[in-house]
């Protein structure tokens, strides 16, 4: 049995039922071999229960809790640590494990909201795997603008996706649906996997 594994955490606000990750979920496993697992931290988890917002415990808690997640699956030869916003810069934190493959990431927070000067790039900094970086070009947290400008490590590579914004919503001026930039960003994945991963 194939046990390569895709793990995707959630971002810091909503779950898996957002609208990207469910639909970025269903098209990953229409196209791709490796298994889709969704990463649900347990604060989320409590939100759901209860119907009480809450924000997430302590970054490190988390980066905590997303490997002792991972490591509870068995594993193949091929494994990817992905998450969205919140969740990639969790995923950032797993690349010196042994098993990770590749990390790639959903709208990466580059900055706080609108505030360059509070940057993040000491996520990126001690990466010691391939990363992927899908980024909206009106990304509230990493606009194209200040991102290439930075000096990133040779290890991560960025895709932009023209007119989208955090969330990966587009402008009606894009004439181009939210499934077709999922459907797009899922193939660039595969190649990517298959010229950089393995």
């Known amino acids: 049995m194939n046990n390569d594994s895709f793990f995707m955490a959630h971002g810091a606000g909503t779950g898996h039922d957002s609208d990207f990750l469910k639909s970025f979920g269903a098209a990953f496993c229409r196209s791709e071999k490796l298994q889709y697992v969704p990463v649900t931290f347990k604060y989320m988890k409590d939100i759901r229960s209860t119907g009480k917002r809450r924000p997430p415990p302590k970054f490190t808690s988390l980066v905590e809790e997303y490997l002792e997640l991972v490591c509870k699956v068995q594993k193949g030869n091929l494994n990817i ?20 493959s590749g990390i790639v990431c959903f709208g990466f927070p580059f900055y706080q909201q609108g505030k360059p000067e509070k940057h993040r790039l000491s996520f990126l900094e001690k990466l010691e795997k391939p990363c992927l970086i899908f980024q909206g070009t009106r990304d509230a947290f990493g606009r194209p603008e200040w991102v290439n400008k930075q ?18 919503e587009l402008l009606k001026s894009q004439k181009k649906t939210c499934e077709q930039t999922i459907e797009e960003m899922v193939y660039i994945l595969n190649q990517w996997i298959k010229k950089t991963v393995v």
């Open 81 to 100: 640590i992905a998450g969205k916003s919140m969740g990639g810069r969790l995923a950032t934190q797993l690349s010196a494990e042994s098993f990770v």
């Open 151 to 168: 000096e990133l490590p040779d290890c991560v590579t960025i895709h932009w996706i023209e007119g989208a914004d955090h969330d990966f």
